[in-house]
């Protein structure tokens, strides 16, 4: 078989891309092709994504990627999960909002009221987040949810704009709480004992699987962009997509896909819905191909990124590289590891403060200097990692004899080397582009240009993309 090209459209928390890809049997190559920021923006009444702007990047990205490339045979979106629009005949009615934004709070107790979280897991599978969209979506005032006739999620939505059609992809969908994965069906019951108007249920459009075909471009957005091709669902939740491209034997691996967040979990093949599970927190997300992502989310790199932009918004620019080279200077065992999933952690703020009062009500004494406070943030990032790699191992039955780290954290060789010491197992880091080359492998594949399982696709990986190895010391 000849290798094909599609492309990719990668929409993270803090940045996006349109990646081309090129991928045949014995070939896996992607090239950048556009990267633009994302920058949330708090207007009137809480946190947004700037989607439209999002919209607009994307477009132009797509439109270089049909100059490069007029033979793009096809076109697949992936984003963070549980973020929705609502659309009235089309129209969006207001601006979607960030899952970071603190409205959800009020959600979770609404919905707890009708049905406490571990009844929920006995159904949805999801560990307990306070964004996931039922949640979010039981802060709408009724009479916005009432004026709706849609709800999309965001790579549904802008899928949506390219092609008219309106779908929900199953991997993203299973983020929202109101999916039952084993029927693959919306959970009737579920939306109406949560309390959710039983009109909800009309919102939530047909489901599709990875590797179906949303449908062609609108012909004025193909002329926009001066290529014609089809949407194809991919793993829609950036998590999922990254899932598929790591180069792991899933027996014995855990992996993590650590970008803003830090996804820490295994692969199996049926839901795992075990008190231990439920009392680890745990979630059972939808993979392609009808796997299952038993994970954990950690708080992520966004503890230190934030962290990096709140001493930037003093008017100080920070190296990065720089930084994470003066906190390997920085003894591992003289700073403070604390929990970096405690929910305080979670909004945008000031973390060094944050971590200050974690440590003084823990009766820690707080890093201080900014490569103590890099190196602690490291080294409890670490630890959470390892602790989750091991758990996910247990609940999943699987014996741990590695730990895949993709995403941009797989750069982070700091951060990759305490994992493998605390963990006591190799990690084993990249693609740092995991989740471009997921979605760009399920396109492929259905296009026909490569063949093959989950598996398959995970050689091909690893056999273009080899992992650098950090070994466990001390
Ligand atoms: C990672 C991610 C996580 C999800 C979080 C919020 O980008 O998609 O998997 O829990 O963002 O959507």
Request: one cysteine or more; charged letters at 20%; aromatic letters at 6%.
């Amino acid at each position: 078989r000849p290798a094909g090209t599609v492309a990719a459209v990668d929409l993270g928390a803090t940045s996006g891309r349109v990646v081309l890809g090129r991928v045949g049997p014995d070939t896996l190559e992607a090239a950048t092709v556009a990267r633009f920021p994302n920058t949330p923006v708090f207007a009137g009444d809480g946190l947004h994504w700037d989607l439209l702007g999002l919209y607009r990047d994307v477009l132009a990205g797509l439109r270089e990627a049909f100059r490069l490339e007029p033979g793009i045979a096809s076109i697949g979106i992936d984003s963070w999960a549980v973020d929705y629009g609502l659309l009235r005949r089309g129209r969006l009615l207001g601006i979607p909002f960030h899952y970071r934004d603190e409205r959800t709070a009020r959600g979770v107790a609404a919905v707890h009221d009708r049905m406490p979280h571990a009844e929920l897991f006995a159904r949805n599978g999801l560990q307990f987040l306070p964004f996931n969209t039922l949640y979010q979506l039981a802060t709408e005032p009724a009479e916005v949810l009432a004026l709706a006739d849609r709800a999309l999620l965001v790579p549904d939505l802008l899928g949506h704009w390219l092609t008219g059609e309106a779908r929900a992809e199953l991997t993203n969908a299973s983020t929202t709480g109101l999916l039952d994965w084993s029927a693959q069906a919306w959970d009737d019951d579920l939306i109406a004992g949560v309390g959710l108007p039983t009109g909800l249920r009309e919102l939530l459009p047909p489901l599709i699987a990875p590797g179906e075909r949303v449908g062609a471009l609108l012909p004025a957005v193909a002329d926009s962009l001066g290529g014609a091709a089809d949407v194809v669902a991919v793993g829609s939740h950036d998590t999922a997509s990254a899932v598929v491209a790591v180069p792991m034997r899933a027996d014995a691996a855990a992996y993590i896909s650590c970008g803003t967040w830090g996804l820490v979990g295994v692969e199996v093949e049926h839901p795992v819905r075990t008190p231990e599970a439920l009392a680890a927190n745990f979630t059972n997300e939808g993979g392609v191909d009808g796997r299952v992502r038993l994970l954990h989310n950690v708080m992520g790199l966004w503890i230190l990124s934030e962290t990096v932009r709140g001493w930037e918004r003093e008017g100080d620019p920070v190296e990065l590289a720089a930084l994470l080279a003066a906190a390997a200077e920085v003894p591992a065992g003289s700073v403070p590891v604390f929990d970096v999933d405690d929910a305080r952690f979670l909004p945008p703020g000031d973390m060094p403060a944050r971590i200050g009062a974690w440590c003084a009500e823990h009766g820690l004494a707080a890093p201080r200097t900014r490569a103590e406070i890099a190196r602690s943030i490291v080294e409890s990032l670490a630890q959470a990692f390892a602790d989750a790699a091991a758990t996910a191992a247990r609940l999943g039955g699987l014996e741990l004899r590695t730990i895949h780290v993709v995403g941009g954290g797989a750069q982070n060789a700091l951060l990759c080397q305490r994992t493998a010491d605390r963990a006591g197992v190799p990690v084993l880091a990249g693609p740092v582009e995991a989740t471009a080359l997921g979605n760009l492998l399920v396109q492929a594949r259905a296009a026909g240009f490569i063949g093959g399982s989950l598996e398959a696709l995970r050689d091909l990986v690893a056999r273009t993309h080899e992992p650098r190895r950090f070994a466990p010391q001390g």
